[in-house]
């Protein structure tokens, strides 16, 4: 897709507009849009400075505009006191803002991400996701950045198109997507998806989804409206569930299979009497769930999703 957009590759159909400008047969220097790649591809024998300013050099911008540009965009990514230097004595995250400030000096008009933080370890992606987030915003440039990391679409975009399969699944807010997911795909794509299968039942007392295994999941009258009764999907979200007692009144008794530990949450793995496996990501408190206990587990009826279609990955 961003080879589509940057001018890379040619569609085998269909059209590419930029700013209401179609683009699709428009050479990569001619549409004004910044990459930045993975590996960085930063000039190793070439200064800070000097691979800012590669690509106003060959738009033949004049000398005093080109100092101007690169010392705002070393500015912007806050490296102007590395501009001496190689890419080689640089750390990853900075090799990255080089790259970044490359990309900006020239004010595209689309600015493209191609997995940026892939390389970088935690913490370091942490931050300059940060950074970038506050980059764009202050810029002002439409940015598309391409990730195989649900956290960090999540965080930096204020829309996400999933894709599979070279088809696009859902475009969405990340919090629509997340809550409320197009298919099974994106639900288990988006992080982790207690997802069920069974027949709808309805009745004066509410509405429910009745697994094969005798399980029954409380779900929204709204939810099912438009649902196939006799065979739906639901989905909860493991921290849309909670741990009670398990005789607590109405709930979804289970046991504890598993514990993990993940700092700021504890995950459950448990299972029902009917064999049904679930997830439960709940806050690390003083009182944690053991393995082989049995609890109760209890969600709001309007948080239970009925996935609405089948398509990639279902």
Not at 40 to 58: D, G, M, Q, T
Not at 78 to 87: A, G, H, I, V, Y
Not at 155 to 161: G, I, K, Q, R, Y
């Amino acid at each position: 897709m961003l080879s589509l957009i940057a001018g890379i590759a040619l569609p085998s159909s269909g059209a590419i507009s930029i700013a209401g400008r179609d683009v699709t047969y428009t050479p990569a220097a001619q549409r004004n849009v910044g990459l930045v790649f993975q590996s960085y591809a930063l000039f190793p024998h070439l200064s800070v400075y000097e691979n800012v300013a590669f690509p106003l050099r060959i738009r033949h911008v004049p000398q005093a505009e080109v100092a101007r540009e690169v010392e705002q965009a070393l500015e912007r990514v806050r490296l102007q006191d590395f501009k001496s230097r190689r890419p080689g004595q640089l750390s990853g995250g900075q090799q990255q803002r080089v790259a970044i400030a490359r990309a900006i000096a020239f004010k595209p008009s689309v600015l493209l991400l191609d997995e940026p933080l892939a390389a970088l370890d935690r913490k370091l992606r942490e931050e300059v996701r940060l950074e970038l987030r506050r980059l764009q915003r202050e810029l002002g440039i439409t940015t598309i950045l391409v990730t195989h990391d649900q956290d960090e679409a999540m965080s930096m975009a204020d829309e996400v198109a999933i894709m599979a399969e070279g088809r696009v699944q859902q475009v969405d807010t990340p919090q629509q997507a997340y809550r409320q997911p197009a298919n099974n795909f994106v639900a288990n794509f988006l992080g982790i998806a207690n997802v069920f299968e069974g027949r709808l039942q309805k009745d004066s007392a509410g509405c429910r989804i009745q697994i094969d295994g005798g399980e029954r999941i409380e779900l929204a009258a709204e939810a099912a409206a438009s649902a196939d009764p006799s065979r739906l999907r639901g989905m909860l979200r493991p921290e849309q569930i909670s741990i009670v007692g398990s005789d607590a009144p109405g709930a979804l008794r289970a046991r504890i299979d598993e514990v993990i530990f993940l700092g700021e949450s504890v995950r459950y793995l448990l299972s029902t009497q009917g064999g049904l496996g679930l997830t439960v990501q709940a806050a690390n408190t003083r009182t944690v769930s053991r393995e082989g206990e049995l609890v109760g587990l209890q969600w709001d009826p309007r948080d239970v999703w009925v996935l609405p279609g089948r398509n990639a990955g279902h």
